[in-house]
């Protein structure tokens, strides 16, 4: 058992060194954080989406702008299109690979922001909403694991997580959204850094 632990704790590491090592996705992080910022600078906002675990962490990502994270300051408008009415009532009516575009077109204007995560690059509904946020003038920005898949290529800005185990992956994604975050945080609201030094 605790070889096991331990082999699953170096695959992590393994998983985050490559990651580091390939300097473009730090500068990724560096030009979506860059981004969402302006986004809230201009009084728009962020959608994200994602299935399963990627639901989760898109909830997590959304409720830490509009709560906080390490500062106190504003209320910043993330929205994760998971409420389960929502999903239900779409998935009923118009097919599950509609559920994340309807909200999209529901909340989405041009200048706001639209992230997509899959951690295998080929979720149609997460692929569907893609397309309408590129169609309706969202700037858009994609998660993905895996080798792309089929949504490799089609964001404005995109990110692969290597690795072949999707845990391992869920667990890179979700700690370039902290970072993110972090990043947004500390350009918009330098002051409250300051404090700390």
Do not use: W
């Not at 695959?11 to 954080?33: D, G, M, R, T, W």
């Not at 895996?146 to 990110?159: F, R, V």
Request: net charge negative; aromatic share 8%; with cysteine.
């Amino acid at each position: 058992m605790l070889e096991n632990i331990e082999n699953s704790l170096n695959n992590a590491y393994k998983c985050v060194k490559q990651f580091i090592n390939e300097e473009s996705n730090l500068i990724k992080i560096e030009q979506i954080s860059t981004k969402i910022a302006a986004a809230f600078q201009n009084k728009n906002k962020v959608l994200i989406c994602g299935n399963g675990g990627s639901a989760a962490d898109a909830i997590h990502f959304a409720e830490e702008f509009t709560g906080r994270f390490q500062q106190d300051r504003k209320a910043l408008p993330v929205i994760p299109l998971t409420d389960a009415a929502h999903i239900t009532c779409v998935g009923n009516d118009y097919g599950f690979d509609e559920i994340f575009a309807r909200g999209v077109q529901a909340y989405g204007i041009p200048g706001d922001v639209f992230i997509g995560i899959s951690t295998s690059g080929n979720s149609q509904n997460v692929s569907k909403a893609l397309q309408t946020a590129k169609e309706d003038g969202l700037l858009t920005i994609t998660f993905l694991g895996k080798t792309g898949g089929q949504m490799k290529g089609k964001a404005d800005l995109e990110i692969v997580f290597p690795g072949a185990d999707t845990a391992r992956i869920q667990e890179l994604q979700m700690l370039a959204l902290h970072i993110i975050i972090e990043s947004v945080e500390h350009l918009l609201f330098p002051q409250n850094y300051q404090k700390q030094t």
